[in-house]
């Protein structure tokens, strides 16, 4: 069983920087950010595959957002810079057992594990 607790969503304004956090319980294979803004889907944000260490992110973030991990304190971390008023979402993390490569690794049904979310909310 895996349990995600996201944290760090807040209130920025344009060109500002957030640093997000999913606490861990379990050893998934996978972790992912998605959000998700009313009114659209959830979209994958980044994807960090605990094993190999290998990264993926959407091209809507790449450049200015890093997703990493402390072993440690068995946290992701979702580092985001130069934010705009279309990063405004409820953002999820997602943790998976196993990945299909049948389908997109940023697809959420590849996902069975969900934290409640935090929100982010960058006003102009």
């Known amino acids: 069983q895996v349990q995600l607790v996201e944290s760090g969503g807040d209130s920025v304004q344009s060109g500002g920087s957030l640093r997000l956090s999913c606490a861990i319980s379990?050893?998934?294979?996978?972790v992912g950010w998605f959000r998700q803004a009313p009114g659209n889907e959830r979209d994958g944000v980044a994807v960090f595959y605990l094993g190999s260490g290998n990264i993926y992110y959407a091209g809507s973030v790449k450049g200015r957002t890093t997703i990493s991990r402390d072993n440690a304190k068995n946290t992701v971390y979702l580092q985001m810079n130069s934010l705009t008023p279309e990063d405004t979402a409820m953002y999820y993390c997602?943790?998976?057992?196993?990945?299909?490569?049948?389908?997109?690794?940023?697809?959420?049904?590849?996902?069975?594990?969900w934290g409640p979310g935090t929100q982010v909310t960058v006003s102009s």
């Open positions: 997602a943790a998976a057992t196993r990945i299909s490569s049948a389908y997109s690794r940023f697809d959420r049904r590849q996902y069975n594990y």
């Open positions: 379990g050893n998934p294979h996978v």
